[in-house]
């Protein structure tokens, strides 16, 4: 489906030769003052073009709103809006057209729809993300003015190059001692805590470690000049959410966000807090102990949750880790089947990127904020409709939320 | 929210300490030969009191068919299902109250809805998985006799100890060579292509490497002995799923897998196909070459996507990963503190799984079954529609779906 | 689809042959004081053998909460409930079952699922209306408790048996002259403005004009002494909704409840406000201009509307009429045809309703309880969000909603 | 909300003074044929300007089609299309601003979004309705197609103008007796069976009926002349339908299509089959008694179900009629009251429709494509899955489906 979500609805359309992609916001709250570079940014960021490291296409991608604002605020009616394909003409013909582009969508998608557009894999395309950023951008938006909500995505690995520290190694190989076992560094930590888009964006690959940030370059370049590509993470912190969000049972604040995430083109894997690593950690290091904190609120000492206990957000920095594989268009010949079975060799033209995850770091932020701006909406409409009740007197206290402060 | 799916759509209810737990199962597909047998074969593999692994509770967990059903054939109408809970009393007051379990629900269930269940958690029990158990073993017999799909979960690692192979390691500390990378071994590709669910439970942990298993178990024993708990993974493998499932963009079927299987309780990462380990291998390597099969359809020679390609199921083996984390309910004192901030010692009576995996082995076959029950029909809805008009012919003939084969 | 509902979600199972009738609520806010009486009271008024009106089955319908609810307290998790069948024997196979019955879903049934319940209409007997009733008593507690709305349905006709001035004539015959026309008379304001339940109650036919009751009655009884039966008519009226309900475009706040009330078995025709007769109205006569009220908010003077406008309540009562067609199962014989079309003649046997309109009152207030809470909830998350931006100030002031009294 | 539908989805944006409207309609089958000139048809018969019955604007509202479609060919992924706003400047400030138009959505907009557009009833503008009028375009291609499926829709009433014999009168005053009651005439029968799109726009009223066409064009005239405004009703036909749609028990039929039509502006009524007038007729009279049909299938002698029975379409002519209410702007001075309460008079600017029913005529066949579309998806999807099972055998005979002919 190109819809997502319940009360804050994004339904996205587009693939790369037609007319334009974009989307249908429903749901926005009203009031909210929104000008088109508050989504202009983040569009900018997600766009090719950027450094050598990228696809060499140069589009603008300017938004154009349709619909739901005036004077600069939302009325709480559908925005709509739109990119122009700069290019839209059907792909041409070509000898390269009879076979499926190994690991790509081509293939799939004819056997979903019996069809597919000339560009191949359709809706696979990159340039659906479009519609996605921004409206990402409009949940930003609001998350900030209204929450102080901060969403920061960064690079934190390609291929084998990894941030330091994003998690910790074993501390040796004896499988059965886990005694030395942290999921989650201090370094790490400190960096969730403080890192800025200000900092991402200092270096093109978005890695906040300058000499990480280095290393990966020189991966894609490699990558690049062996007409192959690279894979990588990104690993993504939200700052400020109050406790409370995610709709058990199946709409768990991880699983909304996993299947966000999910969601955007050559994602394979997802973790939230200390994710696979954590799984080999015993609970009696792993368990998140309660403190009081500075403002009387309780808190955890650890974070290894993430910022998520049984599905739903306890107020802690929730973090989370995206793996995007290699892109599957490379430029060597390949040795594989054309649709008709025939064996033979398939050389991808064009140009592409050798890595996407500098460029999906902004998508991975507006999902983000997509899944936060739902679960939001309907954890206030619960909120709002119990606090209209008479309180409870009958029950024990111990099952009734009281300040939990003196 | 408590309802999973579009056309075959799953509602479940229930907490631990309340009368009985269940679901509703709405769009079955009418004619299908269902015995409680079915569902009762897949709830005993999920009830506590399976083995010395787990908690000593033994209860029966009985399915009581509600509707939907005559003579043994459903009718298309809602499905409704129910267990009794036999211990319903709620949860005596104690001391132990006065604390949130560290990195379990209670806090953030109180937080979210003002209150909570005396049994802390609500619906984060372990019970409430039963609805889903019984729907998925619905969807199961459904996807067995219509298509011959198969849906196997198999316990891959407890702790460190992990099943040999399940994804190889890189074959050097040098960051920058992946020559030798493999991201799946010759030997789990065969574990993957006949592992049975007979294989599975010749051994209480729920893992088919023997010898592993037997490591598994003293792993646990461990734990257990420690008043600690574990975690760990599972690996699920589906076969024999046709190509064209999955509902991009945002309904992907990895997308929507990895949002059933995140909802589970305990779990806290997911990965595909190659998953992370994925991320790091170059395209040129981790791309799936196409070949023409002895049925002269289309398949892949590897397949490092893990069954799915563009968000769209490829006709190959869908197999795919999902981390637990260790339980939070441990015997051993832990420093935390109350609801009100004051800090103190808590140690959590009664008696816990000290390993959640085997016990969740069905839990995640029930969730893959539901998805790709869903998504089949959404599927098949499309087709039928697309095979009613005339035929396309305005188009290239590289867009349509052609025979493959001479 | 048996799931009514975005936020407040009801889902319903069960048909009159098979173990229980129930539902689960999902949604429903936290912290509601709720006892079973509180749903056993509108069961009580749906159930059957309440007169000799209606068919002497005298089922006890004692509705069994299953979860959700504890100490009297709802959750916020979903409620499980259900009213055990009596008697749930397959219908036995019998010479009339060879006919499908005339205007009744057996054949639709058939035809749709290929296969149908031994009882004949699957879910389409009255009783799977259960469901509904108690998850509507649920609603109602809620919305009286914190907004003080009173939902009120009443028999407004029986055949040609109407109350009088529910909706005034036509003055003349003079198509072309409209002068006169007046869509609902003083008599049926006040009755609108002050009817009760007790009212509604103190005569079986549930109509609370004592002199139309007893003409209704005698209808009633003439149609089954000729073993036939009879349609009516139910009007319903709610007061103190909030202005604001109703989420245009689709979900306007009347076609919500139009979708609402259709779904009710039996029924074919539902208007709110002036409904048909209001559109023979002249718009000079028709609007309902604006008056500031007592309390300092704008009211309208007249309210043809019916408490709605541009799909979105205005704070003025809420009232609409249902229409429900005559019971199909008829006890004289009727010439139709068998499945294969053979000629034949029908008559059913056991005892039914004659006339399904007193029975369906409490039916009404149910889903319009339902409808109300789940437009409630939905615009609690919007109006919860707007609360939490800065101020709008750069739009000219007629664009803002300011205190509207002095 | 403004999407609608849960496979075939048509999600809808724009106001009257914002760039564009439009729609992104996703689930269309691929494969379909589809030419902007089967959108446009439709968008000229509800466009302004199109007789001096109706307002003078003349906006041509050319269909743009942004995406999903390939060589005149739709591609199975989102189609995207948009209507530009010839004047998109916002409304300039006026003293009548200060007035909340009587029965229009002005007070409402504002009550529900804290904000309102400057035009004042936001998404309750008629140019929202070019979203779903080109949605309904594509699924009436579709229907055509596939199934042969005939939209017909008229109008059947101005003011008290009545087409002859759309509903039969009551034989006599005395309500006790309903010998002589026919809900549908046989000339009413006659029409409903033969009109075609032809018929209706021979005369710019939408009247099939040439005098009586005649009569509501006086009507109208004498509407516009006094600055004032009436109502009618729109009566639509849908023959070929497949039996079997409709989702019980929520989203049965007639349920869903009512939805459909009361959220198209201005409407305050629907009934299908004999509707209102139906509830007045006994069983004996109202049943619709089975017969064979010439193609071996079974048919009803009479269609007061209007083809519909039990929630579920049985294969009859489907036919229904909607209340259109007086348009709320009229040009005449209004006694009321400004938003802070003070009285005054209001007179509308500008140049409006004295009646809306000729242009709705298009969008109630939308609509009711629509829905049908949404409805043959999902019990596609069922039947194919309902087709791959092995055959039942357990059943007594009546339960199952049979071949009903010899």
């Known amino acids: 489906m190109s819809t997502f979500g319940h009360i804050f609805r994004v339904t996205t359309y587009g693939e790369s030769h037609c007319a334009s992609v974009g989307a249908i916001i429903d749901g926005c709250p009203p009031g909210l003052n929104l000008e088109p570079s508050d989504i202009q940014v983040q569009l900018n960021r ?69 069809i597919k557009a000339s560009s191949g894999g359709g809706r696979s395309s990159a340039r659906e993300t479009i519609g996605r950023v921004a409206a990402g951008a409009i949940a930003e938006k609001y998350l900030k003015l209204a929450y102080g909500i901060e969403v920061v995505a960064f690079v934190s690995s390609v291929g084998k190059i990894h941030l330091p520290s994003t998690v910790a190694s074993p501390s040796s190989s004896d499988a059965d001692n886990d005694d030395a076992q942290d999921a989650v560094s201090e370094e790490f930590k400190h960096l969730l805590a403080t890192v800025t888009r200000e900092q991402v964006d200092s270096h093109p690959i978005r890695c906040p470690h300058p000499e990480t940030a280095e290393r990966m370059t020189q991966r894609i370049v490699r990558a690049k000049d062996a007409m192959d590509s690279i894979g990588g993470t990104i690993t993504c912190v939200i700052r400020n959410v109050p406790p409370g969000l995610g709709e058990p049972v199946f709409d768990k604040f991880e699983a909304t966000l996993g299947h966000a995430m999910l969601s955007i083109p050559a994602t394979k894997a997802f973790e939230i807090g200390s994710g696979f690593k954590g799984t080999e950690v015993p609970g009696s290091k792993h368990n998140d102990p309660f403190v009081k904190r500075e403002d009387g609120r309780l808190g955890t000492k650890s974070n290894w949750s993430g910022g998520v206990q049984g599905g739903i957000t306890n107020g802690e920095d929730i973090y989370f880790r995206i793996g995007f594989k290699s892109p599957a268009t490379i430029s060597q010949a390949q040795e594989t089947a054309q649709y008709d079975g025939t064996p033979g060799s398939l050389a991808a033209r064009g140009r592409h990127d050798p890595c996407v995850v500098p460029r999906a770091v902004p998508i991975v932020e507006a999902m983000a904020c997509i899944v936060i701006m739902d679960q939001l909406l309907i954890q206030n409409a619960r909120k709002t409709a119990a606090s209209l009740l008479p309180p409870v007197t009958t029950l024990p206290s111990t099952m009734v939320l009281r300040k939990k402060t003196a």
Chains 1, 2, 3, 4 share one sequence.
């Open 46 to 114: 997600r766009r090719p073009g950027q450094s050598n490291l990228t696809t060499p296409r140069n589009e603008k991608d300017l938004v154009h709103l349709q619909s739901g604002i005036e004077y600069g605020v939302t009325l709480g009616t559908p925005i709509s809006l739109l990119v122009k394909n700069e290019d839209q003409r059907p792909h041409d013909y070509s000898e390269t057209d009879l076979y499926p582009r190994p690991s790509h969508a081509d293939y799939t998608y004819l056997e979903k729809y019996g």
